[in-house]
């Protein structure tokens, strides 16, 4: 047996496995590299708002703006040019046009899908992720319709199929529903089919938790729900099983693409559906509450935010995101394009 002896400070015997050799420069690390993250991976978030030449940031989150539709369009310009391709769009709704059933979602005349609209005109190259889901419109702030009370499932689902319709005829490229209402994506599928646009994909968010991390998104959009919680259809965070039931459920009904949400508290859920469906692409929705505390603990000094971007999106990714939409998606942009 090889004695292990020092002599000044060097070990005296044979070590033929040092794994530190692979990490000794920057160039090295980079070539063996398990995880790349690229400007390709991400999908970022933009909020709209009515009115015009108003460019507002969010309190909670800074840095990210509500944009009115001209505004709007100059920005997704600018991040065009930085190498950002696809985007997602969530609409912030003047109370006046909220209702039980969420009728402006359908407005072909609304702020949203003339957004929309827009956009692909000027851009058509931009990819366009739209969200189908009835809390933007509802005066009850719910993913579903409320009767006394209560969340309805099934007819909340004609609901959902006409705004994925609405949205697809504006523009969409892919439709992406976050209401976690049960058969919405089976719906969306067939009428988005009947009606000629078998090419428009669906991104279902399969794994939406009941979390506490979308705060700030609620204080953007003012979507919170007026009355209880949505724990009765998003789903418990104490689960990860019950994710492989609704992506499997989701598959059959026509899913593209699967979403897990939030990400970082659920990297293990995302790892979990990555190795169980190889064939279709797992995206992560990196929440308003995860960038909110990065950049929160960045403006006190308590850790580096550029650092903190980059490890989390890069963990993200290699618990198995094919896709993630982060609202450091410009930011990422800009420090890899110098």
Not at 97 to 102: E, H, P, Q, V
Request: charge should be negative.
């Amino acid at each position: 047996m090889t004695s292990i002896v020092t002599v000044n400070g060097n070990y005296n015997g044979e070590m033929l496995k040092r794994p530190r050799r692979k990490r000794r420069t920057q160039q090295i690390r980079d070539l063996v590299a398990e995880t790349n993250l690229g400007l390709n991976d991400l999908i970022f978030p933009l909020f709209l708002r009515d009115g015009k030449r108003l460019k507002e940031e969010i309190k909670s989150m800074p840095g990210i703006y509500r944009y009115t539709p001209d505004y709007l369009v100059r920005e997704v310009e600018q991040c065009l040019n930085l190498g950002i391709k696809a985007f997602a769009l969530f609409p912030s709704i003047e109370d006046a046009l909220k209702d039980d059933r969420a009728t402006e979602g359908l407005n072909p005349d609304g702020m949203y899908l003339k957004a929309i609209s827009s956009i692909k005109a000027k851009f058509p190259e931009a990819l366009l992720l739209t969200d189908v889901a009835m809390d933007p419109y509802s005066s009850a702030g719910h993913d579903g319709l409320v009767v006394d009370g209560e969340i309805l499932n099934d007819p909340t689902l004609e609901i959902l199929a006409q705004m994925a319709l609405v949205q697809a005829q504006a523009g969409s490229d892919i439709i992406g529903p976050s209401d976690m209402m049960d058969g919405r994506v089976k719906a969306i599928r067939e009428m988005l089919d009947q009606h000629g646009f078998q090419n428009v994909s669906i991104m279902s968010y399969t794994a939406k938790y009941a979390s506490v991390f979308y705060g700030p998104f609620r204080d953007a959009l003012d979507s919170a729900p007026k009355h209880g919680d949505k724990k009765t259809y998003q789903m418990d965070p104490r689960n990860s099983r019950e994710a492989i039931l609704e992506s499997k459920l989701d598959i059959e009904e026509g899913a593209d693409f699967l979403m897990v949400k939030p990400a970082l508290a659920y990297l293990d859920v995302i790892c979990r559906l990555s190795s169980a469906f190889e064939e279709i692409p797992i995206t992560a929705y990196n929440v308003s509450g995860e960038y909110a505390m990065i950049k929160a603990a960045h403006q006190n000094g308590w850790l580096d935010g550029t650092q903190a971007m980059v490890e989390s999106l890069t963990a993200i990714k290699r618990a198995g995101a094919s896709a993630i939409l982060s609202y450091f998606a410009k930011e990422y942009a800009e420090i890899t394009r110098g």
